[in-house]
């Protein structure tokens, strides 16, 4: 009789087991998060081994959570178990081999133990699930310099910069291109940072030192190579102790990148954008007040990325309207989340934002002005 009632028991399908059932799924998936979350609150106090420990009860209950695994082996990583940490990487990887963080990380620990060709593999592998991350094209671009392989590793670097322009300002103060700076690429990657800088309004070389951490020669150095080419002009100023020379972007460089122009100390500066990218941003800007209005979520969703994306006019839209590049950016994420209901839902809120940037951008010329 009891092998009866056993039998009966575990093939129960009635309203109450169904309910029993998911209520410990509810339970097992608030255990497991909380004990993520509290993993992820030690790493951020860097008490890593209690962070571990935190991760690894989270996945006794939960052995295919991706994120606990990748935590895990970050955690590892900053204590320099860089074994374990590849090990907890590839737990990650045999839940989901096109994690590409994963691969990523994987790549930077064979990198922190000097093994080059292992994180140029993992760097490729994560290239081929997403090759629009500058972050892992950089790091390509370290792994390749240092194995030797230089063209290669300056072609990677190249990739990085057109994603995300920080990556310059980075890559002449690394010293893993310390091999690499007497190439013809490097040197060019230089002279986008030191133009990058007067675009800014470092318009004297000490200024340039200071704000990038490049040795003053390299600047020196660059700034004669782009007077050469006609794209750097130099200036002498009158002060107290004789002349001084300072520079300024050429006249029709200027007019293409836009320029900021510092006042002085604690004094204002401006900013004017190029006036060929705010008639884009604004024709972006109308097209995605229709787009919204007409409900098609593939064509708001590709205008948003051209306004967000630091390839197109994110920079700009950073420097002049930071909240409102920051909101797009949220917008972006839930409509590529929740699709059409989200815009069907938020269409009032989201013309309003649009409306609002286009107001700012026709009420005068796309500058502002900031205490420095």
């Not at 008490?47 to 606990?68: Q, Y």
């Not at 007409?294 to 306004?307: A, K, M, V």
Request: aromatic share 10%; with cysteine.
């Amino acid at each position: 009789m009891s092998r009866f009632f056993r039998a009966k028991d575990k093939n129960d399908n009635s309203p109450n087991k169904e309910e029993e059932t998911k209520d410990t799924i509810d339970y097992h998936d608030f255990q497991v998060r909380d004990l993520y979350n509290k993993g992820v609150n030690h790493m951020s106090n860097d008490k890593f081994n209690d962070a571990i420990r935190s991760f690894e009860l989270a996945l006794r209950i939960d052995p295919k959570f991706v994120e606990a695994w990748i935590k895990k082996g970050y955690a590892h990583f900053h204590m320099g178990d860089y074994s374990f940490s590849i090990s907890s990487y590839d737990m990650a990887l045999n839940v989901d081999p096109d994690n590409y963080e994963a691969w990523n990380l994987k790549g930077l620990a064979y990198y922190k133990m000097n093994n080059y060709e292992k994180a140029i593999e993992c760097c490729t592998k994560a290239l081929d699930v997403n090759p629009r991350d500058g972050m892992v094209w950089y790091n390509y671009a370290c792994y390749l310099t240092l194995n030797g392989k230089v063209d290669d590793g300056m072609e990677a670097l190249k990739r990085a910069i057109e994603i995300d322009i920080s990556h310059a300002k980075k890559a002449v103060r690394d010293r893993d291109f310390e091999n690499a700076r007497a190439e013809e690429g490097f040197m060019r990657i230089i002279e986008v940072v030191v133009l990058e800088s007067l675009r800014q309004g470092y318009d004297y070389v000490g200024k340039i030192v200071w704000i990038t951490g490049m040795d003053k020669q390299d600047v020196e150095d660059a700034l004669l190579r782009l007077s050469m080419k006609g794209l750097v002009t130099i200036k002498e100023k009158k002060s107290l102790t004789g002349k001084e020379e300072y520079y300024e972007l050429s006249r029709d460089l200027s007019d293409k990148l836009g320029e900021k122009k510092r006042m002085g100390f604690l004094k204002s500066k401006q900013y004017s954008a190029p006036i060929q990218e705010i008639r884009d941003i604004l024709e972006i800007l109308d097209k995605s007040v229709e787009s919204v209005k007409n409900g098609e979520i593939s064509q708001t969703i590709d205008s948003f990325e051209e306004l967000i994306s630091p390839q197109k006019h994110g920079n700009t839209m950073i420097e002049q309207f930071f909240d409102q590049h920051r909101d797009l950016r949220l917008y972006q994420i839930r409509l590529k989340d929740k699709g059409q209901e989200y815009l069907d839902s938020h269409k009032s809120e989201l013309t309003g934002l649009l409306q609002n940037i286009i107001e700012k951008v026709r009420s005068g010329p796309l500058s502002k002005t900031i205490l420095d």
